[in-house]
């Protein structure tokens, strides 16, 4: 077994262990002390951890910060990260994650490797996540908060801590207080359906644009944040096995779509500070 020493003589640091057993270079690597002062600060580069579904269900939790992707499409979603610096993150920073930081730097992305992977951010007892805590992720695979509309400190805080050490895609939801409840209990109830297999397709209408001051046929006040989810439910109950199919929107709901994303695109930039959805309320 030979060893490869890299120019600054730095053996332990700059060395990675291969699946083969060979010990090599680790050129583009980051050790777990460093990224450890990283995570929470804006130079914190995006966090992707592509160990498969064995080795994660033997240790469900996850580093703050980081998001799970399949290895073996790697560069399919590669594209996604252009314009950040990202750490691979595996087991022991072994072949899955060399092999995924090489299809990220191919896309143009500043990629490295956790040294030692998971393995070694675990034996230095620093902070994880546990899975089961966290809310369960939508069909984009983002977290999804709910809260209270008009926030006070610390729910402007709350979102801020989440997406620094929680989840970068976290999604949150600014209600009404009274109605709080009803938005997780949607969000809860299209996640138990899923759950549960009986969910054949689905999709969602985004863009719609919130009401705020609302009334019902009765005159109650209500709230809506204007997002609508359609799914479409298994046949005679028939447990689905795999996860359901997202579905394109349809040509007339794309379209609209991507009108309101201009819409509020040029708001934004003729507005600073304000959104289409306030504008147009």
């Keep these: 077994m030979g060893i490869a020493v890299s120019p600054q003589g730095d ?9 083969q057993g060979r010990i090599v270079s680790a050129i583009n ?15 914190c580069p995006a966090l992707i951890d592509v160990r498969p579904k064995d080795d994660f269900d033997f240790s469900p939790r996850l580093i703050p910060g980081s998001t799970r992707r399949t290895h073996s499409h790697a560069s399919a979603w590669a594209s996604e990260f252009v314009g950040q610096a990202a750490v691979v993150i595996c087991r022991d920073g072994s072949t899955l994650s060399q092999g995924t930081a ?26 994880l996540l546990t899975v089961g805590r966290m809310p369960p992720l939508d069909h984009h695979g983002r977290t999804v908060w709910v809260t209270r509309s008009r926030p006070k400190v610390d729910r402007i805080a709350c979102p801020w801590l989440i997406r620094r050490f929680i989840d970068p895609r976290a999604v949150f939801l600014f209600v009404a207080a009274s109605e709080v409840p009803g938005v ?44 609508i989810d359609m799914a479409s439910l298994v046949v005679d109950g028939v447990k689905r096995t795999e996860p359901p199919t997202t579905l394109p929107s349809p040509p007339l709901t794309a379209l609209k779509d991507e009108i309101w994303r201009s819409v509020s695109d040029a708001v934004t930039k003729e507005m600073p500070g304000k959104k289409a959805d306030e504008v147009f309320k």
């Design 11 to 19: 053996m332990l640091k700059n060395r990675v262990r291969l699946a």
């Design 29 to 43: 690597s980051i050790s777990s002390d460093k990224l450890a002062r990283l995570i929470g600060t804006p130079r």
């Design 102 to 127: 090489a299809w990220l730097r191919d896309a143009g992305v500043a990629a490295e490797v956790l040294e030692y992977g998971f393995e070694a951010w675990t034996k230095a007892a620093l902070p």
């Design 184 to 227: 997780a209990e949607r969000d809860l109830l299209m996640r138990d359906l899923r759950e549960a297999g009986m969910v054949e397709a689905l999709f969602q209408i985004s863009g719609i644009g919130p009401t705020l001051f609302g009334r019902n046929g009765g005159g109650d006040p209500y709230y809506t944040d204007g997002e």
